[in-house]
Nanobody
Framework: QVQLVESGGGLVQPGGSLRLSCAASGNIFSINVMGWYRQAPGKQRELVALLSKFGSTNYADSVKGRFTISRGNALVQLQMNSLKPEDTAVYFC??????????WGQGTQVTVSS
């Protein structure tokens, strides 16, 4: 089992930056993919960025060039620059282990507004 705890959300003005962090605990050596999804009000949850243990990345087209994902041994971070109002959502940390089991954090709110 893996437990995930996010931090770093908040309110930011358009054009600003935030960094989200997600700390994993438990069976961290089983983790393969780490990343982030988001869900805006009235919309489905969508991929933001994924990073495999071997460094392969996958970004949503809407965040390419603005967001950067990075990871340590039990930590994944999302640096978000040039934020737009449409980035407003609840951001969820995501892990997939080598057995293809998915884990989710509780979510952290990001609001981009002037």
């Amino acid at each position: 089992q893996v437990q995930l705890v996010e931090s770093g959300g908040g309110l930011v003005q358009p054009g600003g930056s935030l960094r989200l962090s997600c700390a994993a605990s438990g069976n961290i050596f089983s983790i393969n993919v780490m990343g982030w999804y988001r869900q805006a009000p009235g919309k489905q949850r969508e991929l933001v960025a994924l990073l495999s243990k071997f460094g392969s990345t996958n970004y949503a087209d809407s965040v390419k060039g603005r967001f950067t994902i990075s990871r340590g041994n039990a930590l994944v971070q999302l640096q978000m620059n040039s934020l737009k109002p449409e980035d407003t959502a609840v951001y969820f940390c995501y892990n997939r282990d080598y057995g293809n089991k998915d884990y989710w954090g509780q979510g952290t709110q990001v609001t981009v507004s002037s």
